[in-house]
């Protein structure tokens, strides 16, 4: 018997097969998730919490990222990203009433996470876990949990739990300020209409087989999907490559970029698109060669790119964003002859302390 | 008449010097500076801020990286770092009341950190700009302002501006919490014996005289010195330098460590120097090459090294372990054959919007 007939899957097979899932876990969270999400936003709302702090590492703190700008943009409040060696080393003890402390993970089982948000609970903060498993230990300590509705990644590499801590992020941040969240309502056949388009995507992936680096880099909403992009393309292909918001790029790391260095930008159809004219730009004088992923008049100026449908909301535009660059670091994997569902080194529960 | 005569600076000449300086500049801050800061910090603490939000780019921004941390675990308030396209982009416009909104910029000049400064102090914010430049639209528009008294920084890699800058936001925030900031008191000392090792760093430099990029790690307060570390060598030598949490480097990029890529740690004389040693022992079973920055046993286990003095209290510690750091850029760069005084593509005052 061959292996396939065994059930094993074949190289990059899980990861491909998770990705591939991503329009129907959206759907999901949007039928049988959001009722649930509304309550628990409720409950949060009800107690005017004054600040948010997230807390999250690897792909979840890119999702945190998001959430932060989510939190500032559209509700209006003041909004950080935890340390989390404060609490786990140092053994801070700040002061948390009226403090919000979103803790975002996968798994839930990462015990400095699970140990940060204890602390902050009992600091006074109202408590809440994002998380793809309600039996975790992170969801036991926190007041509050939210299940993102993914169903069981075996992958590596995140995929569909960041695109549903993504949505999941959003339609809590709308529930907490009363909106009805309906920019989020196309997200799912849009999803689908560009995982459809991996030909395309393995097209581009040809540029970056031998790529001994990248940058890549974005704006506002957009600098979470360098940032995830980044990391895929890290811990999949093993090609290092730097996320920066496109304003840091211009102090400093601009002088590392040469007519070798492949960029990567991801331009937003809005405002961050439009504040990220002056660094295209300057990437295009220093005679970067650059891919865009995103505005469809940006991408016909680019040496190459994956133009998104138009007129979707700038706020959950990154939840269609990632999804090319799921497929890019995928498909540069492939083309290296490695594994994606199994990167070197690294195990799905990430036991940090 | 050759060059010399005429009073221009050998290549690299300004850097070196300016980095010489710092020494005098941190005794400077002691004496003349404190009793300012201290002044500012009493008029802020009798307000009572809730919150802390810290907001700069480029070098400035991991020093406000720093003073996130020392508001942390020294105040125990709740800090996070401003995505300031929220307010340039996105006109986000968050109640910033009982918040206390840091800006530290250099030059005090980027359009940018100006106009999310007078919007915090619209939205109710108490606005404290941190700068070199007393006569800054940036200190302008803040309600309190810090002169970090560095003199005059003409090389485009900033190096005496960043450690004025961490002790200015040491003092500030002994200040706030009513103490005496006394663990500051040997730096300039020490500072000057760091210096004086000059020759040992120029021949670490050669191991990455051909390397095609690095990775600096670091955890808690070593953090924000490993983002300066990286940034300064892209900066000056153009190696891709891209610095991880020892934490975040466990999801992910660790993948990407293999035996030829070297790794930078900065490992401090405390609980941040334990919590690292998990990931030095990952480091060293992927095979990395590991230079250590910092604590004398773990530089004698690694296959090079700088070891800073014991004793040194860990919140002050970043003050001198940048220091080989900024070396180390300046050594490899002149190894190159490049100038550190002038990097291609950068201006001193970065016009960002």
Redo the contacts between chains.
């Keep these: 018997m061959s292996a396939s007939s065994e059930g094993v899957a074949p190289r990059g097979g899980i990861m491909s097969a998770e990705t591939a899932e991503q329009p129907e876990v959206l759907r999901r969270i949007l039928t049988e998730g959001a009722p649930r999400i509304r309550a628990v936003a409720a409950e949060i709302a009800a107690r005017s919490p004054?600040?948010v702090?997230l807390t999250a590492?690897?792909?979840s703190?890119n999702a945190a990222?998001y959430a932060?700008?989510l939190v500032?943009?559209l509700l209006?409040?003041?909004?950080?990203?935890t340390?989390?060696?404060?609490t786990?080393?140092?053994g801070?003890?700040?002061?948390?009433t009226?403090?919000l402390v979103i803790t975002v993970s996968q798994s839930g089982g990462s015990p400095?996470l699970v140990a940060s948000t204890e602390a902050a609970r009992k600091a006074g903060a109202i408590t809440l876990a994002v998380t793809n498993n309600a039996d975790s230990p992170l969801a036991a300590v926190s007041e509050f949990h939210i299940d993102v509705l993914a169903g069981p990644e075996k992958a590596l590499?995140a995929t569909k739990t960041y695109t549903a801590e993504l949505l999941s992020l959003y339609l809590l941040v709308e529930g907490l300020r009363g909106g009805d969240g309906a920019a989020a309502s196309e997200l799912p056949e849009l999803a689908a209409g560009i995982l459809a388009r991996r030909a395309e995507v393995a097209e581009i992936a040809q540029r970056y087989r031998f790529a001994?680096?990248l940058v890549i880099t974005s704006?506002?909403y957009g600098?979470p999907t360098a940032r995830e992009a980044a990391?895929k393309i890290?811990?999949?292909s093993?090609?290092?490559a730097?996320p920066f918001?496109g304003?840091?790029l211009?102090?400093?790391?601009?002088?590392?970029?040469?007519n070798v260095s492949p960029v990567i930008a991801v331009v937003p159809d809005g405002?961050?698109g439009?504040?990220l004219q002056?660094v295209l730009e300057?990437l295009r004088g220093?005679g970067a060669d650059l891919m865009v992923v995103g505005q469809a008049d940006q991408v016909e100026r680019a040496s190459a790119g994956f133009a998104l449908p138009a007129g979707v909301p700038e706020e959950v535009q990154p939840i269609l964003e990632i999804l090319p660059l799921q497929l890019l670091a995928y498909e540069i994997t492939m083309a290296r002859g490695l594994d994606p569902d199994a990167?070197?080194?690294?195990a799905k529960v990430?036991e940090?302390?």
Excluded: N, W
């Excluded at 209006?76 to 990203?81: E, F, I, N, S």
């Excluded at 990167?343 to 690294?346: G, H, I, M, T």
């Design positions: 004054r600040f702090l590492r690897g792909t703190d990222l932060k700008y500032e943009v209006g409040k003041p909004a950080g990203l340390s989390m060696s404060t786990t080393a140092y801070a003890e700040p002061d948390l009226d403090c400095d590499p001994q680096r704006r506002g600098y990391l890290m811990e999949t093993y090609i290092p730097h918001s304003a840091d211009l102090h400093g790391p601009l002088a590392m970029i040469d405002r961050a439009e504040a002056p300057r220093r990167p070197r080194a690294l990430t940090t302390h």
